[in-house]
């Protein structure tokens, strides 16, 4: 019996195995990182299904005017802001200190609130960061069966649950990290079940880059589904792009949250696509890592960019390619001429290509498919980061990593994202939470046993003494306290929510 799991509102305890029980669903194949993504996996972009360019024809039908003049105004912008971004290079990237999140100063967040990306420095102790980079290692040492890609050489790993990052996702510093990059995010409704101050534990893999690796090279791409940005059953079911669609572009805030509450950003079960709503994608960097060193490259462009690729399935230019064609000539998508507005205009009748996204993939970008982000320049190196430093980008935000690891160290991150507490995020916590117990991938990635049989695998039984009552908290471990003072109606609504479907009372 575990204490971790005690339930304070009835007499009776539960085990993980009885708690687990409401969690069951059916496993992903097994796969690594490149199953997500279309480069990465050695496919070809295509023209996808005829109900595509229908679904397309749907979502501006009646509003074609103003969404042909929504570009144009769009353009304008771009043409304007990417030449400031390039001459800024990662001064862009908005950096606060840890010690001072409690009162950031209002310089960072503007900044925050226009680039989506943010460096937040020592998180976590510089020797605490680089012990926990030597544990790792030995972990993998230990069990040499770990998936990994690529196999021959690894540089992501197919590990979730060791002690490190167990110990990292719920380390104190990091869930108050995450609470305070969430604290952006606001509802226009005070009562909608969702909670930024309760961080749920979201695992994901880890990476360990090795210089001169250019196997690992992921070009500018968006996680969080691809087809389903445009589906009415994906983001469509909260309206999250309809500013877009109406030709309102300016319109569209990333910010506010409970439009997403609905969202289904895995319509077509993915190998490594996320079915969790991640308000920022993150990592924490076990490593002293500059640009061109094998780090992350994020578009600083949100809300703009974001309207970009959305909308750039429904225009094709008039010169400069060749008919049916997708692409120009990399000197001809440079050139002024194929760029200008008057080059660009909407199909008459939308064709089934949306650009980059392929059902059951990550949303993939280039600068042949959206040559106006201009994204071989316009595509920003994060600043150097040190061991323990954490690095999170908007969910919408475009990013990459170095094509080629020209370093002379390891580039080794944890990837932790900051997801919110809400009814849906429960469901994947109870799914996550009997994954752990089994000791296999976490329920977004591929199948297989992962790390049932590893040497060192951190039981549930564990889990208090590393990361204490919140840390178990946020693992699905420990029920919320939804009696405590000061909560909104929508926070103590969520957390009666989920942990009547954690199970720890009816």
């Not at 105004?73 to 802001?81: D, G, S």
């Not at 305070?180 to 909670?195: A, E, G, Q, V």
């Not at 030709?247 to 969790?276: I, N, T, Y």
Request: proline content about 7%.
């Amino acid at each position: 019996m575990l204490s971790a799991l005690r339930t304070v509102r009835t007499p009776a305890r539960r085990t993980v195995t009885q708690l687990r029980t409401a969690a069951t669903q059916a496993q992903k194949r097994a796969g690594d990182i490149s199953d997500a993504f279309v480069s990465l996996s050695g496919q070809n972009f295509a023209p996808l299904p005829p109900e595509y360019a229908d679904l397309k024809g749907r979502l501006i039908k009646g509003r074609e005017d103003a969404v042909r003049e929504s570009w144009e105004r769009l353009l304008r912008h771009l043409r304007e802001e990417i030449p400031l971004i390039v001459e800024l290079g990662s001064k862009v990237i908005p950096e606060v200190d840890y010690k001072d999140i409690d009162n950031a100063p209002e310089t960072f967040s503007k900044e925050l609130r226009k680039r989506g990306v943010a460096v937040v420095r020592g998180v976590v102790p510089e020797q605490e960061a680089l012990q926990w980079k030597e544990e790792l290692r030995e972990y993998i040492r230990q069990n040499p069966q770990t998936k990994a890609f690529p196999p021959e050489n690894p540089q992501v790993f197919e590990l979730y649950w060791s002690r490190i990052q167990l110990l990292a996702r719920g380390h104190p510093n990091m869930l108050k990290a995450h609470r305070f990059l969430m604290s952006y995010w606001h509802s226009k409704d005070p009562s909608m079940p969702i909670s930024t101050r309760h961080p749920i534990s979201y695992a994901d893999r880890l990476r360990m880059r090795l210089p001169g690796d250019s196997r690992f090279a992921l070009g500018p791409h968006v996680d969080g589904g691809s087809v389903e940005r445009w589906d009415e059953k994906g983001y469509g079911l909260g309206k999250v792009y309809d500013s877009v669609w109406q030709g309102k572009w300016e319109d569209f805030d990333p910010w506010e949250s409970s439009c997403r509450l609905p969202v289904v950003s895995d319509l077509h079960q993915g190998v490594g696509a996320c079915s969790a709503f991640r308000m920022f994608q993150g990592w924490l960097s076990l490593s002293t890592t500059g640009p061109f060193q094998g780090t992350l490259l994020v578009n600083p462009l949100l809300a703009k960019a974001t309207a970009y690729y959305l909308l750039r399935p429904y225009f094709s230019p008039k010169r400069g390619i060749e008919p049916g064609a997708q692409t120009a000539s990399e000197a001809v998508s440079n050139s002024a001429d194929f760029l200008a507005s008057d080059n660009w205009e909407m199909d008459t009748t939308p064709s089934s290509w949306i650009q980059g996204a392929t059902p059951g993939h990550g949303q993939e970008l280039s600068h042949l498919l959206h040559p106006h982000l201009n994204l071989n320049q316009s595509m920003i190196h994060m600043p150097t980061v040190k061991p323990g430093d954490y690095v999170a980008w908007h969910c919408d935000t475009i990013h990459s990593v170095d094509k080629t690891h020209a370093g002379k160290s390891d580039s080794s991150v944890l990837y932790i994202p900051a997801c919110p507490l809400t009814e849906d995020n429960a469901r994947y916590l109870a799914r996550q939470r009997e994954k752990f117990v089994n000791g296999i991938p976490s329920p977004d990635f591929g199948g297989g046993i992962g790390e049932a049989e590893h040497i060192g695998r951190i039981r549930a039984e564990d889990m208090g003494a590393l990361v204490g009552d919140e840390g178990c908290r946020a693992m699905g471990l420990k029920e919320w306290d939804s009696d405590a003072e000061g909560l909104s109606p929508g926070e103590r609504e969520v957390l009666d929510r989920a942990n009547k479907i954690l199970g720890f009372y009816d």
